[in-house]
């Protein structure tokens, strides 16, 4: 895959880390920058639209499109529900000359960094705290008790993979860190 016409930004962070947050800023805060819709077998959350958040789709679809190799990364996880990024979506928006932000889980961040190397800039959002980070999952009210836990055991085996990306900003107060996300952000992009 080539990136040679553009750059990559990702943010990654346990679920509920804040990642969706910081994304809608960032996109309206960077004209250039362009949100890579991943592809989901998960069901639609309330008010998510198909083709905006994700591209939602059955696991037959999915699989057919992993055996396809259509797929930059991805990813089965939380009870066999599988994430991706579409290679097609990111390929074009970069052709464009847009800037691609992916909002990912942090093995998918690592994987992508791997390929695009210097052109990726990899942003982890870390919580606070693990009670915190459970709490704005509890207060979002879009997940089950069996997908809290599920998500919150995960989440401690994500963070320690924090020192792997090239920015960690903890997500204690939303503008404090979204100014650090946002310099970080401004520099990778005028830099090209
Ligand atoms: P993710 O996309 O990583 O799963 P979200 O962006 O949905 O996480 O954030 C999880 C919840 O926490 C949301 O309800 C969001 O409004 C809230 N949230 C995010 N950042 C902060 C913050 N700094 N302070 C308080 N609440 C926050
Ligand atoms: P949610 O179900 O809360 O939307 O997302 C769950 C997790 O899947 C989040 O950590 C999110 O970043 C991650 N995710 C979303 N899309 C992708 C993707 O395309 N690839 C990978 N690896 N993870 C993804």
Redesign the pocket.
């Known amino acids: 895959m080539s990136s040679t016409h553009g750059k990559i930004v990702i943010l990654?962070s346990?679920?509920g880390g804040g990642?969706s947050t910081m994304a809608k800023k960032l996109l309206n805060d960077f004209d250039r920058l362009k949100f890579s819709v991943?592809?989901?077998t998960?069901p639609p959350r309330e008010g998510e639209v198909n083709g905006r958040d994700y591209y939602f789709m059955s696991e037959k679809e999915f699989q057919k499109r992993v055996l396809d190799q259509q797929f930059l990364?991805?990813?089965k996880f939380?009870n066999g529900t599988m994430?991706?990024?579409l290679k097609a979506h990111v390929e074009s928006e970069l052709k464009k000359g847009y800037f691609i932000m992916l909002?990912?889980?942090v093995?998918?961040a690592l994987n992508v960094k791997k390929i695009f190397g210097e052109d990726a800039l990899t942003i982890f959002i870390k919580p606070p705290s693990m009670d915190i980070l459970e709490q704005r999952l509890r207060n979002r009210g879009t997940e089950s008790e069996k997908s809290l836990s599920v998500r919150l055991e995960r989440a401690e085996k994500e963070i320690k993979y924090a020192d792997k990306f090239d920015l960690v900003v903890v997500n204690d107060k939303m503008e404090t860190a979204y100014s650090e996300i946002k310099k970080a952000v401004r520099k990778f992009i005028s830099n090209q």
């Open positions: 990654a346990p679920s990642k991943s592809a989901t998960r990364e991805w990813e939380y994430y991706g990024t909002d990912v889980d093995l998918g």
